[in-house]
């Protein structure tokens, strides 16, 4: 067992698991990280209290990355119309793929964007014929999350966010997907540190959200930002976490020091 004090460190020299005290700074970041995970965890439950454990229905894995790259700078409904535009036009994704480009691009115009969406799909559709053999990823599935995320990865123009929706979405793997929606509002939660980027916010929020509930934070984080914590002008007066918000807290005492 690792004590709080100690970090499980590697040995250059042989490979063996050696213990090192950790230094000040280190215990200070330790504890930090405990305390984060304690503030997730009762957000995650007020946000469930809020809006309810999310329903959704599962796409197999390369329906998902489809409709992800569709939704890349645009919102759900025009995702939506364009995805089935796509559908209806292609009996299969084989066909999708093999469709001059032109023709892809006309069917999902309305997710904007569509040169550059339309080469994009029939590229990872390339991808996953030529690496897999078939049109088909659920092999993921079985692979660590690691070594899954880095295969989705190297498909190009798929990026963190893009990997991420697809292993959470379709394999329920212990991944956390960052929009817009959810850097803001984990930011002004204070559920990270200020200065970290989209990217590397995917990593920090896998480490400190409750087991088993990235689904229902990752959902219940985009509805709240897109339903009370707006951009502009949040709506803190009417918002159930204000007590736990750090940007209100801030607010506040900028108000009561004015
Ligand atoms: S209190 Fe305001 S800033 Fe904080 S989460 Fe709620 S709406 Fe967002």
Not at 92 to 112: F, K, L, Y
Request: aromatic share 6%; charged share 30%.
């Amino acid at each position: 067992m690792i004590r709080d004090w100690e970090l499980e460190m590697t040995d250059a020299k042989d490979g063996r698991a050696v213990r090192k005290r950790r230094d000040a700074n280190e215990r200070s970041l330790v504890a930090d990280e405990r305390a984060l995970r304690r503030r997730a965890k009762i957000i995650h439950e007020k946000l469930l209290a809020t809006y309810g454990e999310p329903q959704w229905t599962r796409r197999d894995g390369v329906s998902e990355l489809v409709a992800t790259i569709l939704s890349q700078n645009t919102n759900d409904s025009n995702r939506d119309l364009a995805y089935a535009r796509l559908r209806a036009r292609f009996p299969t994704w084989a066909a999708v793929r093999d469709a001059p480009v032109e023709a892809v691009v006309e069917a999902i115009r309305p997710a904007g964007l569509a040169n550059q969406k339309g080469p994009r799909i029939q590229l990872a559709l390339r991808h996953i014929t030529e690496a897999h053999g078939k049109l088909d990823i659920d092999f993921l599935a079985q692979m660590p999350v690691d070594e899954a995320r880095r295969w989705l990865l190297g498909i190009k123009g798929v990026g963190p966010k893009t990997a991420a929706i697809v292993l959470l979405f379709c394999y329920d793997k212990p991944v956390f997907p960052v929009d817009t929606h959810v850097h803001r509002v984990t930011g002004r939660l204070g559920l990270r540190p200020p200065k970290l980027t989209a990217e590397q916010t995917h990593e920090w929020m896998e480490r400190i959200c409750p087991p088993g509930g990235q689904f229902a934070f990752h959902i219940n984080l985009i509805r709240h930002g897109r339903a009370v914590c707006h951009a502009r002008n949040p709506a803190c007066t009417r918002c159930p976490l204000r007590r736990r918000c750090d940007y209100f807290r801030r607010r506040i005492q900028t108000r009561g020091s004015a």
